[in-house]
């Protein structure tokens, strides 16, 4: 795998938030909090979860981070620098919950896309999709079009082409939204794999619990109406190595989803009470 | 283009049916003795077809060259209007009454007034009839081409901090492409319609519609009718070719 070696600043984290707000001013209408106040750090090499109901600003923090939208108030950092200034240098590779294939391409070019675009020479992007068509499992697909696949295939493709340039960040916004619970599992076990070989810090938003404790180091739980983080649960179900099927039947796997669960849905001796708005 | 889904009933039915209708019409003109001036009968149009086929040939030529003159022009101008109007909105905002204007102006009606601006002796007048009818389908569908592109790849391209070029050239432009060969389809039997009607209000003669109306007037009716034959042939040779270029941009597309 060819990778970037050397970091920007060495003890830099991969996302740094702090502070950060986003209002919508609709017009005519009262303004809408999608985030307050939301801190977030994000180690290199670290894979965080954010998980919570629809509406509670999970996408817009990930499209903050990928400079797709610009905070109201606060400051991202990505290794150190703006968001925008990681966005030009290319510091990391995104996947939306659509694959976003363009449709005239082959799987190959599509995959070539970010290299040509960054004038990468013929022969090097050529032997990089190869190498990322072996990774994704995709070799005998190289010369098909986007519609000859399936939507899992699809989604495949749209990771290969975010890891293209070896980023060191890889930021995926409900990747496996919309495929069937068995190629999703599939999937995220690729994923870990993946992620083991490359090294790569990962934003992951999802609002599947056992999706986000089998994929993460931590677990972000976000609140709507402002969009908040409530709690940061650390999971440990050990290294790539031990994250295999089985996990999903162990005890630390239920263990990491009632807490997750619980989190969200406020905990049992101060939720209740209170009246917490459960989704 | 899927070809082999075209079964062999699919071709032979029209065709039966077409020599069928072919029959009945002879069989009429000859059982009700049906006047030449009201319609001739089918053989007889084929035997002034291919008996002046050398002279249908130049007519065809001319005719079609107009059109051809006419499309390229018109789509050109389309595609570079609609392409200015995609990247500024207030020249979309001025040009919609213009179009909307030009839309509903006969546009073959402009024939007499062309003529003598460029005279009665050129071919000029019948080109510029022909580009104005085929730019406004090809402005139209470029327009809403360029406004195809979706929203994830657009925010992909600014994910890979691409140029405007680079987006234009690797998204914008694919995206249009269908649509814009949609307007030329339109736009290509519109061509040969004008170019041909244009020729009955003045201007050189040797193409089809003069030769149609120059048959009619000397009571040579099959004449004319083997004109109008080429006519339609021509019309359709405009129209299955830019048929088959749409087909071919649009292989890898959902039909949009």
């Not at chain 1, 400079?67 to 108030?73: E, G, I, V």
């Not at chain 2, 053989?43 to 079609?64: H, K, L, P, R």
Request: glycine share 8%; proline share 5%; aromatic share 6%.
């Amino acid at each position: 795998m060819t990778r970037k070696d050397s970091l920007p600043v060495t003890d830099a984290h991969a996302v740094n938030v702090t502070g950060v707000s986003r209002i919508f001013s609709i017009k005519k209408k009262a303004a809408v909090t999608a985030l307050e106040s939301v801190d977030l750090t994000v180690a290199p090499g670290e894979f965080v979860s954010l998980i919570g109901p629809s509406g509670c600003g999970k996408s817009t923090l990930l499209r903050l981070i990928a400079d797709l939208d610009q905070p109201s108030a606060g400051t991202i950092e990505v290794f150190g620098k703006t968001a925008r200034k990681a966005r030009i240098d290319q510091d990391y590779g995104i996947a939306f919950q659509q694959a976003g294939l363009l449709p005239w391409r082959t799987v190959r070019a599509n995959i070539e896309l970010p290299l040509e675009l960054h004038k990468v020479g013929t022969a090097e992007r050529r032997s990089r999709s190869t190498e990322l068509l072996e990774l994704v499992g995709l070799v005998d697909f190289g010369d098909n079009y986007p519609d000859q696949l399936s939507g899992g295939m699809q989604q495949r493709v749209a990771i290969a082409r975010a890891l293209a340039e070896s980023p060191n960040l890889l930021l995926m916004d409900e990747p496996f939204g919309a495929l069937d619970e068995m190629t999703r599992e599939r999937m995220q076990n690729e994923l870990i794999r993946i992620c083991a070989d490359t090294r790569a810090a990962v934003v992951f938003v999802t609002h599947s619990i056992p999706e986000a404790v089998f994929l993460s180091d931590r677990v972000v739980v976000m609140s709507p109406r402002p969009g908040r983080i409530r709690s940061v649960l650390p999971i440990r179900l050990g290294g790539p190595d031990d994250r295999s099927e089985h996990i999903r039947e162990d005890t630390a796997f239920f263990d990491g989803v009632s807490a997750v669960r619980e989190s969200l849905h406020g905990t049992p001796d101060s939720g209740n009470a209170r009246g917490v708005d459960i989704r | 283009m899927r070809l082999h889904f075209i079964s062999a009933r699919m071709v032979v039915a029209p065709l039966l049916l077409g020599v069928a209708v072919l029959a009945l019409w002879q069989l009429a003109v000859v059982a009700l003795e049906i006047k030449p001036f009201v319609l001739p009968g089918p053989v007889a149009i084929a035997d002034q077809f291919f008996g002046n086929i050398d002279n249908v040939w130049t007519a065809s030529a001319v005719t079609g060259w107009n059109a051809l003159v006419g499309l390229v022009l018109g789509a050109v101008a389309g595609v570079l209007l609609a392409t200015l109007a995609a990247v500024w909105a207030v020249l979309d905002e001025l040009s919609v009454p213009i179009v909307a204007a030009l839309a509903v102006i006969p546009i073959v009606a402009l024939a007499p007034v062309l003529y003598t601006m460029y005279g009665a002796g050129a071919e000029t007048a019948r080109q510029i009839i022909a580009a104005i009818a085929v730019f406004i389908p090809v402005y139209l569908n470029s327009l809403r081409g360029f406004r195809q592109v979706r929203p994830v790849h657009r925010e992909l391209m600014h994910v890979y901090a691409a140029s405007g070029v680079q987006t234009a050239r690797n998204v914008t432009l694919p995206s249009a492409l269908p649509f814009i060969f949609t307007g030329l389809r339109i736009a290509s039997s519109l061509a040969v319609i004008s170019a041909l009607i244009a020729e009955y209000f003045g201007g050189p003669v040797g193409g089809l519609g003069k030769s149609i109306t120059s048959a009619a007037s000397s009571s040579n009716y099959s004449l004319a009718w083997a004109y109008v034959l080429g006519s339609i042939l021509v019309g359709l040779v405009f129209y299955l070719v830019t048929l088959g270029l749409e087909k071919l941009v649009s292989r890898h597309r959902p039909t949009p």
